[in-house]
């Protein structure tokens, strides 16, 4: 089956400095892949979508400038958090999708959970 | 309103019993409905995804469509332990929106040996 990684799946850093969360997919190329939020007992909330080669389309409400994707490969998409604040402590969760049946199919990572202190 | 509403829950089964999941939602260009099954801390897995009215069933889990209504659901047959999870209702539109995906906000489901 499909595969996708993230890395790291942990990560807690202090309040002003920036993380990057990386998401593979591994055994097939990803033409769009998506990143979502999710705070405890809450939906996931889809933030950007994010297409290789091109700037990433980001949902309403969501800080371009604070988190920056990067979608450099079929492979490989990265989501930074500039100047992190506790409150963008949460479950970073992302997806990558295929193309099967006419519909786009979304294979989810394991989720990254980022805590600010 | 929210796009996509689910009962959160929690839900607290007997093993074995027969458990029902619901969402409703609003925005009737929702063409596909999925069922996803997340694990505490854990990225979610797709259960089951359909695109029409109706029942699809796999194993001990059917799903049911009903666009007219605007009403999906999830049955589970003998519930096992294993099934404890978190149950996220998701839909999507065709065409340009591509994979973009609607979540529920997730029903916790407890199945209690």
């Known amino acids: 089956g499909a595969v996708v990684s993230q890395h790291p799946s942990w990560v807690i850093c202090k309040s002003g400095t920036s993380v990057k969360i990386e998401c593979r997919s591994l055994?097939?190329?990803?033409?769009?892949m998506f990143w979502y939020r999710q705070f405890p007992k809450q939906s996931l909330m889809l933030m950007a979508t994010s297409n290789e080669g091109s700037k990433a389309t980001y949902e309403q409400g969501v800080e371009k400038d604070k988190f920056l994707i990067n979608h450099a490969s079929l492979t490989l998409s990265t989501l930074t958090v500039t100047s992190a604040h506790p409150e963008d402590s949460s479950f970073y969760i992302c997806?990558?999708?295929?193309?099967?049946?006419?519909?786009?199919?979304?294979?989810f990572g394991p989720g990254t959970r980022l805590t600010v202190l | 309103q929210k796009e996509v509403e689910q009962d959160p829950g929690p839900l607290s089964v007997p093993e074995g019993a027969i458990v029902s999941l619901n969402c409703t939602y609003s925005n009737s260009a929702f063409q596909y409905f999925m069922w996803y099954r997340q694990y505490s801390r854990k990225g979610p897995e797709l259960l089951m995804y359909t695109y029409s009215s109706g029942n699809k069933e796999d194993g001990r889990f059917t799903a049911q469509v009903d666009k007219s209504s605007k009403y999906i659901s999830l049955f589970i047959r003998d519930s096992q332990p294993s099934d404890s999870a978190t149950y996220l209702c998701a839909m999507s539109f065709l065409g340009n929106q591509g994979g973009k995906l609607i979540f529920g906000q997730g029903t916790e489901l407890s199945v209690k040996p």
């Open positions: 997806s990558a999708a295929a193309l099967l049946d006419s519909y786009n199919e979304q294979f």
């Open positions: 055994d097939f190329q990803a033409t769009t």
